[in-house]
């Protein structure tokens, strides 16, 4: 796998491609000409303040495509996996994005852990054929698939999750949620169909997501009284909420929304009551079937220790499954497989995930995951508790 950043030399190349020819991209109708590799590419965010999940989304797609590569490769062609780093910014990502289209090739990219970012890349890959498989996804694209959960489709399962932990059929329930765009989409779900789930949504907080402080919204959840505390935040902000309503004193269940993802957070935690919601099975090296399976074999060789909390770590799972379902349509186009002709084999066909995902598959609009999954977790310890249709 190749990983580099881009210098102004780079750029102005990436540039001049751009504007002289468009038959310098190898991904969009027409494949690169003797070359016997299929060409992929990460623009993730490998440093900042997401860095891990970027880290662990990269992860996830080089294990299966090292994976791929040890067994001989796709119908004996290899991929050549190229990774570049957008730190974060929406402006490098779109620059990103051009160069690894019309650099190297790629007929497939995976990243972007914020949705700013996707969207930032979604006008060069549409410009140039090549699907593009988004951690977030804010807008909708022909060209554009969800690698990970998409946090507005999760509203109607969060509120019968309400009922499930609470134990009431009409509970009141308390939103903490970030201001990013798809987590105020959630907010915005949750809001309009509380009430016909019958639910009592007595106050919804948002906060930024560089907030460091959440007495001011914790203590308006405290002051609610809610049955059933719901958050959309990742780890470290979680765990800021969570401690702060229980040294408050308030002992209700807590409902985390991004449980994908961010499960390690929870690995010191004796809380028991806390909840996950996943939008995978929960990879259990004792119990594991079908790709669940290959998943292990294939991300085993980079962990100190297999268990379920390395196995769960970050979106490296997610990443795993989504890079799968981007080969086995890799298979089904042959070789060489144009980003145009993969894209057209995503959006019609049905992926094997058996053991992760039930009935994965990107027709329509793009989104594979049709439930959700709720766990109990009590520090490294999962227990599964129910699953809910996706809105």
């Given at each position: 796998?190749?990983?580099?950043?881009?210098?102004?030399?780079?750029?102005?190349?990436?540039?001049?491609?751009?504007?002289?020819t468009?038959a310098?991209?190898?991904?969009?109708?027409?494949?690169a000409?003797?070359?016997?590799?299929?060409?992929?590419?990460?623009?993730a965010?490998?440093?900042?303040?997401?860095?891990?999940?970027?880290?662990?989304?990269?992860?996830?797609?080089?294990?299966?495509?090292?994976?791929?590569?040890?067994?001989?490769?796709?119908?004996?062609?290899?991929?050549?996996?190229?990774?570049?780093?957008?730190?974060?910014d929406?402006?490098?990502?779109?620059?990103?994005?051009?160069?690894?289209?019309?650099?190297?090739?790629?007929?497939?990219?995976?990243?972007?852990?914020?949705?700013?970012?996707?969207?930032?890349?979604?006008?060069?890959?549409?410009?140039?054929?090549?699907?593009?498989?988004?951690?977030?996804?804010?807008?909708?694209?022909?060209?554009?698939?969800?690698?990970?959960?998409?946090?507005?489709?999760?509203?109607?399962?969060?509120?019968?999750?309400?009922?499930?932990?609470?134990?009431?059929?009409?509970?009141?329930?308390?939103?903490?949620?970030?201001?990013?765009?798809?987590?105020?989409?959630?907010?915005?779900?949750?809001?309009?169909?509380?009430?016909?789930?019958g639910v009592?949504?007595?106050?919804?907080?948002?906060?930024?997501?560089?907030?460091?402080?959440?007495?001011?919204?914790?203590?308006?959840?405290?002051?609610?009284?809610?049955?059933?505390?719901?958050?959309?935040?990742?780890?470290?902000?979680?765990?800021?909420?969570?401690?702060?309503?229980?040294?408050?004193?308030?002992?209700?269940?807590?409902?985390?929304?991004?449980?994908?993802?961010?499960?390690?957070?929870?690995?010191?935690?004796?809380?028991?009551n806390?909840?996950?919601?996943?939008?995978?099975?929960?990879?259990?090296?004792?119990?594991?079937?079908?790709?669940?399976?290959?998943?292990?074999?294939?991300?085993?060789?980079?962990?100190?220790?297999?268990?379920?909390?390395?196995?769960?770590?970050?979106?490296?799972?997610?990443?795993?499954?989504?890079?799968?379902?981007?080969?086995?349509?890799?298979?089904e186009?042959g070789?060489?497989?144009?980003?145009?002709?993969?894209?057209?084999?995503?959006?019609?066909?049905?992926?094997?995930?058996?053991?992760?995902?039930?009935?994965?598959?990107?027709?329509?609009?793009?989104?594979?995951f049709s439930?959700?999954y709720?766990?109990?977790?009590?520090?490294?310890?999962?227990?599964?508790?129910?699953?809910?249709?996706?809105?």
């Amino acid at each position: 796998m190749r990983t580099h950043h881009l210098t102004r030399a780079k750029v102005a190349l990436a540039s001049f491609a751009l504007a002289a020819t468009a038959a310098a991209c190898g991904g969009g109708d027409d494949a690169a000409a003797g070359d016997d590799k299929h060409a992929w590419g990460i623009n993730a965010e490998l440093s900042g303040n997401v860095a891990f999940y970027g880290e662990s989304l990269q992860a996830g797609v080089k294990a299966y495509v090292d994976q791929v590569n040890k067994d001989g490769g796709i119908d004996g062609h290899e991929i050549d996996l190229t990774s570049v780093d957008n730190a974060g910014d929406s402006s490098r990502s779109a620059t990103n994005a051009t160069q690894l289209i019309t650099s190297d090739e790629v007929s497939a990219m995976f990243g972007f852990v914020l949705s700013a970012n996707c969207s930032a890349a979604t006008p060069v890959v549409e410009r140039y054929t090549v699907p593009l498989a988004c951690l977030s996804v804010a807008e909708s694209s022909d060209y554009v698939y969800n690698l990970g959960p998409n946090s507005a489709r999760m509203g109607g399962a969060l509120l019968e999750a309400a009922k499930e932990v609470s134990g009431k059929d009409a509970p009141k329930a308390a939103l903490v949620h970030l201001n990013t765009l798809t987590v105020l989409a959630l907010a915005e779900a949750i809001k309009e169909q509380a009430d016909g789930a019958g639910v009592d949504l007595v106050t919804s907080q948002e906060l930024d997501l560089a907030a460091t402080d959440v007495s001011p919204q914790v203590a308006k959840v405290v002051a609610s009284k809610p049955d059933v505390v719901i958050v959309s935040n990742f780890g470290p902000g979680f765990l800021a909420v969570l401690k702060a309503v229980r040294s408050a004193g308030l002992d209700v269940p807590v409902v985390w929304a991004d449980g994908t993802g961010n499960l390690t957070s929870l690995e010191e935690s004796t809380d028991e009551n806390v909840y996950a919601m996943t939008a995978y099975e929960l990879v259990d090296p004792d119990n594991a079937t079908g790709v669940a399976v290959d998943y292990i074999d294939a991300i085993s060789p980079t962990l100190k220790e297999v268990n379920a909390v390395t196995l769960n770590a970050g979106y490296t799972a997610m990443a795993y499954i989504t890079a799968n379902a981007f080969g086995q349509a890799t298979k089904e186009c042959g070789h060489p497989c144009s980003g145009k002709d993969l894209a057209k084999v995503l959006s019609t066909e049905t992926f094997d995930m058996e053991g992760l995902v039930s009935d994965f598959s990107y027709e329509g609009d793009h989104y594979p995951f049709s439930d959700w999954y709720l766990y109990q977790v009590t520090g490294p310890k999962y227990e599964k508790v129910s699953s809910f249709d996706v809105d």
